[in-house]
Protein backbone atom coordinates (compact mmCIF):
# COMPACT_ATOMS: atom_id res chain seq x y z
CA UNK A 1 0.00 0.00 0.00
CA UNK A 2 0.99 3.40 -0.15
CA UNK A 3 1.12 4.23 3.03
CA UNK A 4 1.22 2.65 6.88
CA UNK A 5 -2.01 0.42 7.40
CA UNK A 6 -3.24 0.19 10.93
CA UNK A 7 -6.15 -2.29 12.20
CA UNK A 8 -8.68 -2.23 13.88
CA UNK A 9 -10.04 1.66 13.46
CA UNK A 10 -11.38 1.30 16.70
CA UNK A 11 -11.17 -1.31 19.36
CA UNK A 12 -13.72 -1.41 22.14
CA UNK A 13 -12.23 -4.10 25.12
CA UNK A 14 -13.71 -4.91 28.28
CA UNK A 15 -10.84 -4.60 31.38
CA UNK A 16 -9.04 -7.88 31.42
CA UNK A 17 -9.69 -8.74 28.12
CA UNK A 18 -6.66 -9.31 25.47
CA UNK A 19 -5.96 -7.28 22.73
CA UNK A 20 -3.57 -7.03 19.38
CA UNK A 21 -3.34 -4.06 17.21
CA UNK A 22 -1.67 -4.78 13.79
CA UNK A 23 0.55 -2.54 11.91
CA UNK A 24 1.53 -2.66 8.16
CA UNK A 25 4.16 -0.65 7.74
CA UNK A 26 5.76 0.85 4.07
CA UNK A 27 7.01 -1.82 1.96
CA UNK A 28 10.78 -2.01 2.49
CA UNK A 29 10.43 0.09 5.76
CA UNK A 30 13.89 -1.21 7.54
CA UNK A 31 12.42 0.93 11.40
CA UNK A 32 9.32 0.74 12.83
CA UNK A 33 7.55 2.25 15.75
CA UNK A 34 4.88 2.21 18.12
CA UNK A 35 3.43 4.94 20.06
CA UNK A 36 0.76 5.47 22.39
CA UNK A 37 -0.76 8.83 22.40
CA UNK A 38 -3.44 9.63 25.07
CA UNK A 39 -5.92 12.63 24.50
CA UNK A 40 -4.71 16.01 24.46
CA UNK A 41 -0.81 14.51 24.60
CA UNK A 42 1.89 14.10 22.29
CA UNK A 43 2.88 10.47 21.45
CA UNK A 44 4.58 8.46 23.46
CA UNK A 45 7.28 6.57 22.83
CA UNK A 46 6.54 2.25 23.39
CA UNK A 47 9.02 0.22 21.30
CA UNK A 48 11.24 0.02 18.26
CA UNK A 49 12.22 -2.72 15.65
CA UNK A 50 14.96 -2.83 13.28
CA UNK A 51 13.92 -5.33 10.57
CA UNK A 52 12.52 -7.95 12.86
CA UNK A 53 14.33 -7.23 16.28
CA UNK A 54 13.81 -5.21 18.98
CA UNK A 55 16.40 -2.81 19.23
CA UNK A 56 14.32 -0.99 21.84
CA UNK A 57 11.53 -1.98 24.22
CA UNK A 58 11.81 0.99 27.10
CA UNK A 59 8.74 2.46 26.61
CA UNK A 60 6.49 -0.16 27.08
CA UNK A 61 4.63 0.78 30.59
CA UNK A 62 4.21 -2.72 31.49
CA UNK A 63 4.77 -6.61 31.17
CA UNK A 64 1.54 -6.57 29.73
CA UNK A 65 2.92 -4.90 26.57
CA UNK A 66 4.02 -6.93 24.12
CA UNK A 67 5.67 -6.34 20.33
CA UNK A 68 6.38 -8.36 17.86
CA UNK A 69 7.69 -7.94 14.16
CA UNK A 70 8.62 -11.69 13.19
CA UNK A 71 9.51 -11.74 9.11
CA UNK A 72 10.47 -7.68 9.52
CA UNK A 73 7.76 -6.49 8.15
CA UNK A 74 3.94 -6.64 9.68
CA UNK A 75 3.67 -5.86 13.49
CA UNK A 76 1.64 -6.95 16.07
CA UNK A 77 1.03 -4.82 19.34
CA UNK A 78 -0.31 -7.22 21.96
CA UNK A 79 -1.66 -5.87 25.65
CA UNK A 80 -2.39 -8.49 27.66
CA UNK A 81 -5.11 -7.99 30.67
CA UNK A 82 -5.98 -4.41 29.55
CA UNK A 83 -6.87 -1.93 32.25
CA UNK A 84 -8.77 1.37 31.96
CA UNK A 85 -5.59 3.05 31.60
CA UNK A 86 -4.52 1.50 28.74
CA UNK A 87 -7.32 3.43 26.87
CA UNK A 88 -5.47 5.60 24.19
CA UNK A 89 -4.83 6.06 20.31
CA UNK A 90 -1.76 3.20 19.44
CA UNK A 91 0.38 4.65 16.49
CA UNK A 92 2.35 3.01 14.37
CA UNK A 93 5.05 4.87 12.42
CA UNK A 94 7.73 3.23 10.31
CA UNK A 95 11.24 4.68 8.09
CA UNK A 96 13.27 4.11 5.27
CA UNK A 97 16.50 4.28 7.56
CA UNK A 98 17.45 3.33 10.83
CA UNK A 99 16.47 5.78 13.16
CA UNK A 100 18.30 8.99 12.83
CA UNK A 101 17.00 11.72 10.81
CA UNK A 102 14.72 9.59 8.65
CA UNK A 103 11.49 10.38 8.58
CA UNK A 104 8.91 8.92 10.10
CA UNK A 105 5.54 7.80 8.67
CA UNK A 106 2.53 7.44 10.77
CA UNK A 107 -0.26 5.72 10.33
CA UNK A 108 -3.98 6.56 11.69
CA UNK A 109 -3.75 4.59 14.74
CA UNK A 110 -5.88 2.17 16.73
CA UNK A 111 -8.26 3.83 19.47
CA UNK A 112 -8.31 1.51 22.08
CA UNK A 113 -11.26 1.92 24.59
CA UNK A 114 -11.00 -0.25 27.68
CA UNK A 115 -14.47 -0.18 29.61
CA UNK B 1 15.46 11.67 31.03
CA UNK B 2 15.49 14.04 28.01
CA UNK B 3 12.07 15.99 27.74
CA UNK B 4 10.54 18.90 25.20
CA UNK B 5 8.27 20.92 26.08
CA UNK B 6 6.00 22.75 23.98
CA UNK B 7 4.33 26.39 24.31
CA UNK B 8 1.45 27.86 23.87
CA UNK B 9 -0.23 24.41 24.63
CA UNK B 10 -2.93 26.27 23.00
CA UNK B 11 -3.71 28.95 21.04
CA UNK B 12 -6.52 30.79 19.16
CA UNK B 13 -6.22 33.45 16.66
CA UNK B 14 -8.12 35.06 13.87
CA UNK B 15 -7.47 34.40 10.67
CA UNK B 16 -4.72 36.62 9.10
CA UNK B 17 -2.69 36.96 12.02
CA UNK B 18 1.16 35.60 12.93
CA UNK B 19 1.39 33.54 15.45
CA UNK B 20 4.97 31.42 16.80
CA UNK B 21 5.04 28.68 18.69
CA UNK B 22 8.06 26.87 21.05
CA UNK B 23 9.86 23.73 21.36
CA UNK B 24 12.34 24.39 24.16
CA UNK B 25 14.53 21.55 26.58
CA UNK B 26 17.44 21.55 28.43
CA UNK B 27 19.06 18.50 26.63
CA UNK B 28 20.99 18.65 23.19
CA UNK B 29 19.47 17.25 20.16
CA UNK B 30 20.86 16.10 17.04
CA UNK B 31 18.02 17.24 14.91
CA UNK B 32 14.49 18.14 15.69
CA UNK B 33 11.30 17.70 13.75
CA UNK B 34 7.96 19.40 13.41
CA UNK B 35 5.00 17.26 12.45
CA UNK B 36 1.22 18.52 12.12
CA UNK B 37 -1.48 16.59 13.29
CA UNK B 38 -5.30 16.30 12.04
CA UNK B 39 -7.81 15.03 13.97
CA UNK B 40 -8.02 10.93 13.77
CA UNK B 41 -5.01 11.03 11.71
CA UNK B 42 -0.95 10.00 12.55
CA UNK B 43 1.20 13.04 12.61
CA UNK B 44 2.68 14.62 8.97
CA UNK B 45 6.64 15.70 8.89
CA UNK B 46 6.54 19.03 8.03
CA UNK B 47 10.25 19.88 8.27
CA UNK B 48 13.39 18.62 9.93
CA UNK B 49 15.99 20.93 11.01
CA UNK B 50 19.58 19.74 11.60
CA UNK B 51 22.27 22.45 12.30
CA UNK B 52 22.02 24.80 15.26
CA UNK B 53 20.92 28.16 13.76
CA UNK B 54 19.67 26.61 10.68
CA UNK B 55 16.50 28.16 9.67
CA UNK B 56 13.94 26.44 6.78
CA UNK B 57 10.77 28.20 4.82
CA UNK B 58 7.85 26.07 4.18
CA UNK B 59 5.74 28.38 2.26
CA UNK B 60 4.38 30.71 5.10
CA UNK B 61 5.79 28.59 7.73
CA UNK B 62 9.39 29.59 9.63
CA UNK B 63 11.09 26.95 11.31
CA UNK B 64 14.50 28.01 13.68
CA UNK B 65 16.70 25.76 14.91
CA UNK B 66 18.39 27.23 18.16
CA UNK B 67 22.17 27.74 18.28
CA UNK B 68 22.59 25.38 20.83
CA UNK B 69 20.05 22.79 19.49
CA UNK B 70 18.12 22.39 22.25
CA UNK B 71 15.41 24.60 20.85
CA UNK B 72 13.39 25.49 17.91
CA UNK B 73 10.55 27.61 16.74
CA UNK B 74 7.62 27.50 14.14
CA UNK B 75 6.32 30.87 13.27
CA UNK B 76 3.36 30.94 10.93
CA UNK B 77 2.82 34.11 8.90
CA UNK B 78 -0.55 35.09 8.01
CA UNK B 79 -2.72 32.25 9.47
CA UNK B 80 -5.08 30.63 7.69
CA UNK B 81 -8.22 28.30 8.89
CA UNK B 82 -6.31 25.27 7.27
CA UNK B 83 -3.34 25.43 9.34
CA UNK B 84 -5.72 24.38 12.43
CA UNK B 85 -4.30 21.39 14.08
CA UNK B 86 -1.84 20.09 16.73
CA UNK B 87 1.48 20.80 16.09
CA UNK B 88 4.56 18.27 17.48
CA UNK B 89 8.03 18.67 17.54
CA UNK B 90 10.18 15.77 17.65
CA UNK B 91 13.97 15.55 18.90
CA UNK B 92 16.78 12.75 18.24
CA UNK B 93 18.21 12.03 21.09
CA UNK B 94 21.31 10.73 22.50
CA UNK B 95 20.12 7.10 22.02
CA UNK B 96 18.67 8.11 18.35
CA UNK B 97 14.95 7.77 20.45
CA UNK B 98 12.61 10.15 19.00
CA UNK B 99 10.61 11.75 21.40
CA UNK B 100 8.01 14.01 21.44
CA UNK B 101 6.52 16.87 22.86
CA UNK B 102 2.95 17.35 24.35
CA UNK B 103 1.86 19.92 21.36
CA UNK B 104 0.73 23.19 20.64
CA UNK B 105 -3.07 22.57 19.58
CA UNK B 106 -3.64 25.87 17.07
CA UNK B 107 -7.13 26.95 16.12
CA UNK B 108 -7.42 29.59 13.44
CA UNK B 109 -10.88 31.20 13.57
CA UNK B 110 -12.13 32.13 9.70
Aim: glycine share 10%; hydrophobic share 30%; aromatic share 10%.
Amino acid sequence: GAGVSQSPRYKVAKRGQDVALRCDPISGHVSLFWYQQALGQGPEFLTYFQNEAQLDKSGLPSDRFFAERPEGSVSTLKIQRTQQEDSAVYLCASSFTDRGLGTLHFGNGTRLTVT
Amino acid sequence: TQLLEQSPQFLSIQEGENLTVYCNSSSVFSSLQWYRQEPGEGPVLLVTVVTGGEVKKLKRLTFQFGDARKDSSLHITAAQPGDTGLYLCAGVGRDDKIIFGKGTRLHILP
